[in-house]
């Protein structure tokens, strides 16, 4: 019991330090807010170390969250993304890998169609452009790129016809799959309106059908297409690095976006 009451009282001490410095008065008057007028029924100093840590911890994953997004451009969808971010955080904690995917996707797929809704700019510049050439390719050896187009860009499946295509287009962007809203985002603002090499823009749409396929996960039913079988098949037994992946992949189209925003 001894060694407990150290450990708890050496909590309690650092909890002291770090409330009384300038600027964390936040801190101390939640701290005073949960635990003075109400304290939580916790009845063991182990029960009172563990409870204290997890509040640290939920205000440091929302601290995290907050400063992720503090200088995103897109200020309509700000709360929404900050309590995503904070479930995405609280289910890799709690080892939810499908949950933990969800929220992280939900955050892209709020940006993607926030950008639909308000940049007038993006989106009639891809109708305005598809038929116009998407990319430039260098050092291909296995297929040639180089006629395809905005519209064949975004729309990329090989068993659909130039003018199948062009239909799908032309319904409005926001009722489009989220793969191919996917598409015209990477296409305009992650590589800026030109690609120089196809496989570039590839891989970085392959990340996001990942996600977006163990999303999926989530919803029940239905039966899975080969390509979902063999995509899960690859990450769901590796889901330990599929965390920091997904995490990776997070920041890098955020970050990416928010400076291609005018």
């Known amino acids: 019991m001894s060694k407990k009451k150290e450990s708890l009282g050496k909590l309690v001490k650092f909890i002291e330090e770090i409330s009384n410095e300038p600027g964390n008065e936040w801190f101390k008057k939640d701290l005073q ?36 997004y503090e200088d995103l451009k897109l200020p309509n969808i700000k709360e929404q993304l ?40 993006f989106v009639e ?4 452009h598809k038929n116009e050439k998407a990319y430039s390719i260098k050092n291909t050896k ?7 187009t905005v519209c064949q860009l975004i729309f990329f499946r090989q068993d659909l016809t130039k003018d199948e295509i062009g239909k799908s287009f032309n319904k409005p962007m926001i009722s489009w799959d989220f793969l191919n809203k996917l598409r ?26 990942e ?17 979902q079988i063999r995509v899960l098949g690859k990450i769901l037994p590796a889901s330990n690095k599929y965390y920091y992946k997904f995490l990776g992949y997070l920041e890098d189209i955020t970050s990416k976006i928010n400076t291609s925003i005018n």
């Open 82 to 121: 900050v309590n995503d971010f904070i479930r995405m955080e609280q289910n890799k904690r709690q080892g939810d890998f499908e949950n933990f995917c969800l929220a992280l996707f939900q955050q892209i797929e709020s940006i993607t169609n926030e950008l639909i809704k308000t940049d007038t700019v």
């Open 142 to 148: 296995t297929r040639n790129y180089d006629d395809y």
């Open 184 to 209: 015209s985002i990477l296409y305009y603002y992650y590589f800026q309106k030109k690609i120089y090499n196809y496989f570039d823009f590839l891989s970085l749409y392959n990340i996001g059908n």
């Open 125 to 128: 510049y891809v109708l305005s």
């Open 33 to 68: 807010t949960k635990f003075g007028a109400q304290p939580p029924d916790i009845s063991t100093p182990k029960d009172q170390i563990a409870h204290i840590y997890e509040y640290c911890i939920k205000e440091i994953i929302s601290d995290q969250a907050h400063k992720f």
């Open 211 to 227: 996600l977006y396929q163990t999303r999926n996960l989530n919803h029940r039913g239905g039966v899975k297409t080969e390509n």
